[in-house]
Every structure is written in structure tokens, then in C-alpha cells.
């Protein structure tokens, strides 16, 4: 089950308002490659896997990620408070803001909303692990984008810990896929499906 | 060379024989079968960054610290507060946490796992008894309901 602590893995501090950024880094937390869609992924895929490695593995770092939604939440919260009208149109905030005010709402910075089509549970060990490390990659790229428009080093010091966690769980991932491996059939990786077949 | 968790000071491992250094990893042999994306393994027993600075890098790990170009900056200096000292205790278990999933038989790192969270249980006494409770089941000397009280860790800056 799950527990809260109350506190942030990272600290989040940001000193400047910037309600420009926070529409850029929305997509952290309901884009298409973001938090949401990471924890919902790994937290969905673990039921299916064999191996109590895989369970364990997608399980934590499914945590994780919500605890990196957190962070993002935060970080987009901080850039919006206090906002007069004028920062609201200077910085391009208004389709965000006539929705949703200055709350944070899990939608990409194109402003779709967050989309299960983004993740996929397909109830296969080597299908799935795949699909984790192709995530963790994109999200990794999203996060450098992020740094290639972000000039504010309090944003940028909390994304570039976000950054380094994506780099290690693809790390871990595909460690989850080695290890499958060596208890699949030596010869033939996709002869069963070890989420499936008995 | 043991890690010492009291001086907080970063590891180098015993030289092994087949060792692949702090940023690569082993592979199957010479030959691996097609059709299958390997990635290298970590080494046990890997080279570690101290808490403070894993929790800057974002990683305990110095092989996996692989920056982004536009932000190779001079590492950020977090303040010694409670909080972060708690912070990047609990990032190495978490870090650690993870490696042993995909390391389970590596003793070391099993017994500073254990260290850690020994450490740790100190850490939030003293956290709890200055800023309240981490969990809505933590007892501290607070008459009411101190789990409500202000701030919460969005709140800028939290207590950090």
C-alpha cells in the first residue's frame, strides 16, 4: 500500500516567478513523457511480471516517479504564485491559466490533457521492460529540452536531479532485463511469455 | 578500503581481476544472442559518491553521473540544514534500495544498506523533534494534531 512522507526527495526553491516556464514544465507532470505516466506504467506493469526482481524493480521505482510528480507539481506551483495580470499575459499564460487558474493540472505544454495513450502495458516481461527503457530515455531527453529553455539555475538544479534518476532507472531496467534473461530459454528469449504462459 | 558512514567519505573498491571501471559494465562474453537489447551490468561493489554529493549529482554512482551538456555547471551546494542531511541519507538508501534489486548477493553494499538505515532512524528523531511529524504515524512532543501544520513540502521551500 502506499504511504506519504512529508517531504520532497530534492528540495524545490525557486526565488522567480515564471509563469512561461511553468507552462513548458506542465509537460513533466502530464505530458506524454512525464511523471504521471511513468508511475502508472511501472506501478500497472509490475502485477503481470514472474519474477520477484521485476516486481520489486517496477514497484520502487514506480514510487519513485510519484515522488518525482511531486517535485514537478512543486516546481510549477512556485513559478505561479502571486501572479498579477500582466505577468499572467507576458508570459503566454493565458490558455493555462483561463482553466486552470494558477493550480496544476496534469496536461502537456501543448496542452493536451495527460493520455493513457502514452504509456502501454503489454503484459509480456520482454515487451514491457523495452517499453520502460525507451520511457526513461524520453524522458530524459524532455528534461534536457527543459534545460536548453530554462535560465533559472534554482528550476534548473531540481531538473538536472530529475534528469540523473531517469539516466539510472534505465540502468536498472535494463539490469531487470538481463537477469529475465538468464531464467528464459537460452536459446529461444521469446519462445513463451513468462507474464503469461504457465 | 571500507566505507565509513561516519565520515561520509566516497569508496574506492579492492581491485578485481576482470573489473570494468566506474562507467562501464559487464556483457554476456564474447557473444550475445540477437534479437535482444543487453545492457551492460553494473560491477559489484561499485565506486560511490558521498551522501551529500550523491544527492547534488542525482546519482550515488559516479559511473552513472552523464550530465547534459547545457547544464555541466559547478555543482550546487545544498545547505547542511536537518532536512537535507535527512534527504540525502534517505537518497543513498533509495539509490542503494535499487541496486540491490539487480545486486542481491553483493554483501557490501547489503551492509551499508543496514548502516544507512540505522543512520537514518537518528536522522528523523532529530527531524521530527525539530519540524514535527514525516509520517501521519510518527509520535512527537506536539500537543494536537501536528501532522496538519504548515508547511507541506510544495510550500517554498518546506522546512529545507
Not at chain 2, 567519505?9 to 570494468?20: D, E, F, L, R, V
Not at chain 2, 543512520?119 to 514535527?132: D, H, I, S, W
Amino acid at each position: 500500500m502506499f504511504v506519504y512522507e512529508k517531504k520532497l526527495q530534492y528540495p524545490v526553491k525557486i526565488k522567480n516567478i515564471n509563469p512561461k516556464l511553468a507552462s513548458i514544465i506542465i509537460s513533466q507532470y502530464g505530458g506524454p513523457d512525464g511523471e504521471l505516466g511513468a508511475s502508472l506504467r511501472y506501478l500497472s506493469q509490475r502485477y503481470s511480471m514472474p519474477y520477484p526482481e521485476l516486481k520489486a524493480l517496477l514497484t520502487d521505482i514506480g514510487t519513485e516517479e510519484l515522488g518525482h510528480l511531486e517535485m514537478i507539481g512543486t516546481i510549477v506551483h512556485q513559478l505561479t504564485r502571486n501572479l498579477n495580470e500582466d505577468q499572467i499575459r507576458a508570459g503566454g499564460f493565458e490558455p493555462y491559466f483561463v482553466d486552470h487558474t494558477t493550480g496544476v493540472y496534469p496536461t502537456a505544454a501543448s496542452g493536451s490533457p495527460w493520455n493513457a495513450a502514452g504509456m502501454a502495458v503489454k503484459g509480456d516481461l520482454i515487451a514491457d521492460l523495452t517499453e520502460d527503457l525507451a520511457a526513461e530515455q524520453k524522458a530524459r531527453v524532455t528534461y534536457d529540452n527543459i534545460l536548453r529553455l530554462s535560465d533559472d539555475p534554482d528550476v534548473n538544479d531540481a531538473i538536472k536531479f530529475l534528469r540523473a534518476r531517469e539516466i539510472v532507472h534505465f540502468q536498472r531496467f535494463g539490469e531487470g532485463l538481463r537477469l529475465a534473461k538468464d531464467r528464459m530459454n537460452e536459446k529461444n528469449v521469446y519462445l513463451v511469455n513468462p507474464s503469461f504462459d504457465q | 578500503m571500507e566505507n565509513n558512514p561516519e565520515t561520509n567519505k566516497p569508496s574506492a573498491p579492492p581491485a578485481a581481476p576482470n573489473g570494468c571501471g566506474a562507467g562501464q559494465g559487464s556483457l554476456p562474453g564474447r557473444c550475445g544472442a540477437l534479437a535482444f537489447p543487453f545492457v551492460a551490468m553494473q560491477e559489484n561493489n561499485p565506486v560511490r559518491f558521498s551522501r551529500m554529493e550523491a544527492l547534488q549529482t542525482g546519482t550515488l554512482f559516479p559511473g552513472l553521473d552523464l550530465p547534459f551538456k547545457a547544464a555541466i555547471q559547478a555543482k550546487t551546494q545544498l545547505k547542511n540544514t536537518a532536512l537535507v542531511e535527512l534527504m540525502a541519507l534517505d537518497f543513498a538508501i533509495d539509490e542503494l534500495g535499487l541496486y540491490l534489486v539487480t545486486h542481491s548477493q553483493d554483501q557490501e553494499a547489503l551492509q551499508l544498506y543496514w548502516s544507512y538505515i540505522k543512520l537514518a532512524q537518528e536522522g528523523r528523531q532529530k527531524y521530527q523533534e525539530l519540524y514535527g511529524p514525516l509520517l501521519q504515524t510518527d509520535l512527537t512532543p506536539e500537543d494536537g494534531y501536528a501532522w496538519l501544520k504548515d508547511p507541506w513540502p510544495w510550500d517554498e521551500g518546506g522546512n529545507a
